[in-house]
C-alpha cells in the first residue's frame, strides 16, 4: 500500500493502464482484426456500400436489445424471453396494422408500450417475488412464444404497409445534395456530412474531456492510447460513411441505433439510475443497506428490457414484412453472447455499452462474413460457440493474474 | 488419568496485520473434560482451528504433540485420522438430507460407489442410541430442532472413532433442556474414556464439567485452572479472562453532552426466519448529542439485531416500538426513511454489506446520497471527484487515488471508505458496528480518533463492540445487552469488564 494522503492521485504508468483496461482495448483490437480478416477472405466484398448496409440492418436488432441486456446483466440478472417478445410484438402489430388497419404512428407507441408491460409482468415476479430471472423469463419466453402462435393462429401475416416498412428500409435523405463535389462518385452527401461531423465532434469532445479531468485531477487514459483509438475510430467510421454515402445513403435504423447508443451510454457512466445499477449487481445487499430501492430498479430495467425488444420486434418484423411465428427464435442467445463477448460479467456489477454493442458487432461481422464465405449455419454456430467461450475466457485468465 | 493425551506448544499463528496466536501453550490430559474460556477474539477458535489442521502447518510456528509424538496436520482428514473431531459453532450439516446421510457424507458405506443402505441406517441407529437421540435415521435434518442436531453432529464424531472431541460453543443456541442433555451427554463419554476440548462463555456450565480450565487473553494462553484441586468460581474465571491494565490505546476525549438525539422505546422484533420466535424483548435505549454510547455483549445477545431492525427494518418482522429523533417519533421503516431521519448505519460486515468491492472509492462514498453529487438524475463528475477527494484526505484514506477499486484497500482503510460514504448523507446519529474488527491496531486509533471527531461536532455515536476495552476506552456509556434484552446501563464510572460480565452472567442464569 503507498502511504499516500495527498489530494492528487498518483498518475499510473502507460503498462499499468495497458494491463488494467486490456479488456477494452483488446476488444477494439478484435474487432478490426476480424473485419479485416473478413474483407480479406470475401475478397472485399464484406465492405462494399451494398454490404455495410446490410450489416447494419441486419444487426440493429441485436445492438438495440443488447443495451437493455447489458443493464439486465449488470445488475445481476438475466432475460431469456426477448426472442419471444420480438415474435410477439412482430404479431400484434401485424393485427393491428394489417387486420385493423390501424396507422403505424399509432401502432408503433402502442407495441412498445405492449413490450413495456411484458417486461413488467417479467420484472414483477424477479424484483418483489425474488424468483430468479432464469426462470422467470424461461416462463416467459414459452408463454410470450405460445401467445404469439395464438394470435397469428399458427400461420404468418403480411405485408406491411410502407409507412411501416420505413422503419427498417428507409434511408435518410439526400438534403444536403448540392453540396456533392463528385456527384459520379458520391450518392449521398448527407452520410458523409454527417460522419465528418461526428468524427469531428468525438475529437473534441474527446480532448476538451481530458483537459478537465486534468484540471480537476482525475484520471485520462494516456495520450498514446486516446491517440490510437481516436485514430483507429475515426479511419473506420469514416471509411464507412464514405462506402455508405456511394450507395443509399445513412439508413434510419443506423440513426435510431446510434442515438440509442448514445443515450445509454450517457445512463450507464453519468446518470444516478446508472450507477445504482453498477452498485446493485456488484453488492445488492450493500447497495440495499446505502438505501437504494432495488426492488424498484430491478422492475425498471425488465421493463426498459421490454421496450427494447418491442422496438427490435417492430424493426424485424418490417423488415422481413411479415409476422411468422418463428421469427426472433434464438436471439436471446445472440444478445446475451454480445454481451458476455463485450466484457459484462455473468456475476453482476460489470459491463459497458460500448462493449456489449462491439460485442454485437464481432457476431453480426462473423454471421455475414461466414454467410458470405458461404459456411453453413451449422459451423457458424460452432465458430460463434467458440468465440464467445474464448472472449470469456479472456476475461476470467485476466482477472486471475491481476 | 495423566496421561497427556495432546500438547500445543508455543502456537503464533499471524494473519496480515494481526497476531491472532502469541506463544499458546497448552496441555489436555486423556479422558478429562478440558474447557478453553476467553473473550471474543481471544484467540479460541483459531486455536481450534489450527490443532483440527483448517490451518495447515506451516502457516504457523510451534509443534502439537498427539500421543506423546509431534504431529504435523495439513487437512483435515489427517487429524481426523488420528481421532480428532471438531464440532464448529456453525453446524456443517446439509439441511435436506436425512441424519444418516450426513453422519456419512465423505465417509459413505459403500462398495464400488454404491451405497449400502440397510447397514447405513443400522449402524446409524447404534450411534443415535449412544447419543440419547430415537430419531428414524432417514428423518431430514431440517425437520429436527437446533438441540438434536448438534447430538446429530456428536454422533457423526462418533462414527469416526473419535479420541478427541472438540466443541465450539456448542450450546450457544440450545435453550437449558439441550444443553443440560448435551452436558450430561459428555460427561457419560467421559467416564467410557473419551477426551474433550470444550469452548464456551457460559461458565455456569464450564463449572458444571470441566476438570481443567484454559483461559486465554488476546491471543495468548493466561493460566490453567485444575478444577480438582481448587474450588473455581466464576469470579476467579472472569478475572483470569479480562485482567489487563488498560493500555493507553485510545486517543483522550473531553464529552460534551447535549440534548437526547435517538431514542428507541420498547422495540420488539421477532426473528427474520424462525418467525415465531421474538429475538428482542423491550429494548429501550438513547443517544445523546456529543455522546458515544456502547452495546457491549456476547454474540447472538442481539447487538447487530437490534441496530439493522432500527435501521429501516432490514433485519426481523413483526417489529414494533417507537423511534424518536429530537423527542419526534420518525418513520424508519425503510432505509431511505431511516437515512432521511438521519440515521446511519456502518455494518459489521464491511465486505459482504458495507462496499460495493469491485467499485472504487468514489463510487462507493456517493452512493448513499448520490443526489447531493446529481442534478435532475445526472451525475456531475467534478462535484463527485471533488466529494471523495476531501473525505480522502479528511480520513485519511491511504490509497493511490479515489479510483482505486475498494477491494484492493486493507481492511481500516475499507472501514474508512464506509465511514465516508455515511458521514456524506450528514447523519445526526451513526450506529457502528464493530467499527475495529479485523483491523489492525494503527488503523484501530484513526478510527477512535475519527469517532471523538465526530462526537466533537455533536454528532451522537452508538457503537456496537465485542471487545470490552474498546468500548471502555471510548464510551461515555454502556449498555448491555443479552439474549435479546438490555440487562444493564452502565456510566463510565460503574464500567468495567468485570461489571460488564457480571451483568450478562447474572441475567443469563435468570432466564
Redesign the interface.
Known sequence: ???????Q??K?SIGDYLKNNIREYGLLVALVVIMLFFQFVTNGVLFRPVNITNLVLQNSFIVIMALGMLLIIVAGHIDLSVGSIVAFIGAISAIMLVKWGLPAIVVIPACLIVGGIMGAAQGYWVAYQKIPSFIVTLAGMLVFRGLTYVVLGGRPIGPFPKEFQLLSTGFVPDFLYFLNPRPDLIQNMVALVAVLALVGYAIYAGVRNRR?NEQ????NEPFVFFAIQMAVIAVVALFIGYQLSTYRGLPNVLIAMGVLIALYTFITT????G??I??MG??V?????????TERLTFYTFINMGVLAALAGMIITARLNSATPKAGVGFELDVIAACFIGGASASG??GKITGAVIGAFIMGVMNNGMSIMGIGIDYQQLIKGLVLLAAVFFDVYNKNKG | MDNIILEMRGITKTFPGVKALDNVSFKVREGEIHALVGENGAGKSTLMKVLSGVYPAGTYEGEIYYDGEPRRFSTISDSEDLGIIIIHQELALVPLLSIAENIFLGNEIASNGVIHWPQTFARTQELLKKVGLSEPPATLITDIGVGKQQLVEIAKALSKKVRLLILDEPTASLNETDSDALLKLLMEFRTQGMTSIIISHKLNEIRKVADQITILRDGGTVETLDCQTEDVGEDRIIRGMVGRAMEDRYPPREPKIGETLLEVKNWNVFHQHHRDRQFLHDVNFTVRAGEVVGIAGLMGAGRTETAMSIFGKSWGHKITGDVLMRGKPVDVSTIPRAINAGLAYVTEDRKQLGLVLINNIKENTTLSNLKAVASNGVIDDRKEVKVASDYRSKLRIRSHSIYQETVNLSGGNQQKVVLSKWLFTNPEVLILDEPTRGIDIGAKYEIYTIINQLAAEGKGILMISSEMPELLGTCDRIYVMNEGRIVAELSKAEASQESIMRAIMRSGEKH
Open positions: 500500500m503507498v502511504a499516500d494522503t495527498s489530494n492521485p498518483n499510473p478537465v480537476h485531477g482525475s484520471e453519468r446518470s444516478t439510475i450507477r445504482r453498477y452498485a456488484g453488492n445487499k450493500a447497495a440495499k443497506l446505502s438505501g437504494i430501492n456489477g460489470v
